[in-house]
């Protein structure tokens, strides 16, 4: 069965840290880009940052540029999505993606994790 988990969410407070992963199982990484996406309460999905199939290209959106930061592990089919100078409006649960097709923000991704809750609040 193909599937991807994602983990590592929680509650921090603002100015914190957190690290999401993304693992996938029943398919390996590396023949996929990762993309990673988020929704707020009452809010559209968005795309946050993504990822190419072999790490040499990388996005973020403007929102997280300079605070986010995506890598991944193929040897251990795992992608991370690291979150620095967290903000309260970066509450939201986070998703990670895989497609056969190229790096991007369009919720068009082939398989889906079940996403991870982040609350930043104090």
């Known amino acids: 069965q193909l599937q991807l988990v994602e983990s590592g969410g929680g509650l921090v407070q603002p100015g914190g840290s957190l690290r999401l992963s993304c693992a996938a199982s029943?398919?390996?990484?590396?023949?996929?880009?990762i993309g990673w996406f988020r929704q707020a309460p009452g809010k559209e999905r968005e795309g946050v940052s993504c990822?190419?199939?072999?790490?040499?290209?990388?996005n973020a959106a403007d929102s997280v540029k300079g605070r986010f930061t995506i890598t991944r592990d193929n040897a251990k089919n795992t992608v991370f999505l690291q979150m620095n100078r967290l903000k309260p409006e970066d509450t939201a649960v986070y998703y990670c993606?895989?497609?056969?097709?190229?790096?991007?923000?369009?919720?068009?991704?082939?398989?889906w994790g079940q996403g991870t809750q982040v609350t930043v609040s104090s």
């Open positions: 993606a895989a497609t056969q097709g190229y790096c991007n923000f369009l919720p068009r991704y082939d398989y």
């Open positions: 029943g398919f390996t990484l590396d023949a996929f880009a």
């Open positions: 990822i190419s199939r072999i790490g040499s290209i990388t």
